[in-house]
């Protein structure tokens, strides 16, 4: 039984066992083997815990590797993904002015996996439309 309960605490992480400057390793969308995400920051609100979060290596757009600076994500996103705590490689991009960001526009916390996160980025990306060149008149 001790063995059972030891090897479901391995499988997950437990809450403690997350901490600002953390990188990890997640259950990745098959393009985006490789990428990682870093806890940017940790905070209490009313509704439970944030983690802000950054990710290296993903695929928004076809063909082309990106950086999601900012994403908010509640303990129940990182439980469902993370899977490996590994070395930070030092290539996470800044993730204070998109938290500020967050702030001021009172922004929501995603509680779907992180491969969730990354496809509903990678729709929102591929349904805008480009800006078309401004002409002075």
Do not use: C, N
């Amino acid at each position: 039984m001790l063995l059972l309960f030891g090897a479901l605490i391995a499988i997950g992480a437990a809450p403690s066992s997350y901490a600002e400057g953390q990188v990890w390793q997640y259950k990745t969308r098959p393009q985006d083997v490789g990428s990682l995400l870093k806890i940017q920051k940790i905070e209490a609100s009313r509704t439970g815990t944030i983690y802000h979060i950054s990710l290296i290596g993903i695929h928004i757009r076809p063909g082309e590797v990106s950086v999601l600076q900012h994403a908010p994500v509640s303990q129940q996103t990182l439980d469902a993904s993370v899977t490996q705590r590994v070395p930070d490689p030092g290539t996470f991009p800044d993730a204070s002015g998109g938290i500020a960001e967050w702030r001021q526009a009172h922004g929501g916390v995603f509680t779907i996996s992180i491969s969730q996160i990354a496809d509903v980025i990678t729709q929102t990306v591929a349904t805008q439309q480009p800006e078309s060149p401004q002409h002075p008149t």
